[in-house]
């Protein structure tokens, strides 16, 4: 394994604040700094490791070993990537992902876990990870995959959603059809910027209880259905185009207008 300059005390240590090591820029102050990783591991060997490889690479490394410090440092901004182990004290990585991306947080992130099965890598993806990477894993292929995730485009946040005639504020949390404000409660937001997101595409009842609900199982519910109908009611007013329609046997479609 290739190794660099051993990680720094202060980046070592740091926990709520977690803060850039300086190494490798001391032999050159006129080059730019490299990108700057946030580790969020709680097994200091590990951290070692992967600290030493990457900012081998030129990468300035920070360490938090806990959820709610990987999410403190998360929103700060100060970060172009992110390495969260799934495992971690307090906040485990899921929910820390989950709460960066509910706080439009679009920082890159790879996940770090032990847990290799198919449903356990879908579900890391699904919580807004954008890499998953399993223990043990090699140094050299963590690398490259935070290369590759670094050379991927730096879309700006996403802030409106137009389909159709609906528009959506994912700031304002507002939405409105045909300019005409429409009253939503929390979760028939979260139902119709689902829709929204995938026009034209066939939704089943168990796409939406494990994405909207979040469900890890699937109950014998009609709760989807009860939700589909009250926003229907809300989005389709009498006499207008209904935009939300039922699949015979199979799910729901937001359909957009020809």
């Given amino acids: 394994m290739k190794r660099g300059a051993i990680m720094s005390d202060r980046a070592m ?11 490798g820029r001391d032999s050159d102050p006129g080059r730019d700094p490299g990108p700057r990783v946030l580790l969020v591991e709680d097994d200091g060997k590990i951290a070692q490791e992967v600290a030493e490889e990457l900012e081998s690479r030129g990468f300035r490394v920070s360490r938090a070993e806990t959820g709610p410090d990987g999410l403190s440092a998360g929103i700060s901004g100060l970060f172009d990537v992110m390495i969260v182990d799934r495992m971690l004290p307090e906040m ?20 770090l876990s032990a847990l290799s099965a198919v449903d356990d890598r879908v579900s890391g993806l699904k919580a807004g990870g954008d890499d998953y990477l399993t223990k043990p894993f090699a140094m050299e292929e963590l690398a490259a995959r935070i290369e590759a995730l670094m050379r991927r485009p730096n879309n700006t946040r996403e802030t409106m959603l ?32 689902y829709l929204m997101r995938r026009p034209n595409q066939v939704l089943t009842r168990t796409m939406l209880l494990e994405d909207v609900w979040n469900y890890r199982f699937i109950p014998q519910t009609n709760l989807v259905d009860v939700h589909i109908g009250k926003l229907r009611r809300k989005i389709d007013d009498p006499g207008a185009q209904p935009l939300i329609q039922s699949i015979r046997g199979t799910g729901f479609m937001l359909r ?3």
Wanted: no cysteine.
């Fill in 256 to 258: 957009v207008p020809e």
């Fill in 13 to 23: 240590n740091a926990t709520s604040k977690p803060e850039p090591s300086t190494a």
């Fill in 92 to 111: 485990d990585g899921l929910t820390l992902i989950e709460s960066l991306r509910g706080r439009q947080v679009s920082t890159p992130v790879l996940v």
């Fill in 162 to 193: 137009h389909v159709g005639p609906l528009s959506m504020d994912l700031i304002e949390r507002t939405v409105t059809r045909d300019g005409e404000p429409i009253d939503l409660l929390p979760r028939e937001f979260r139902l119709l910027e």
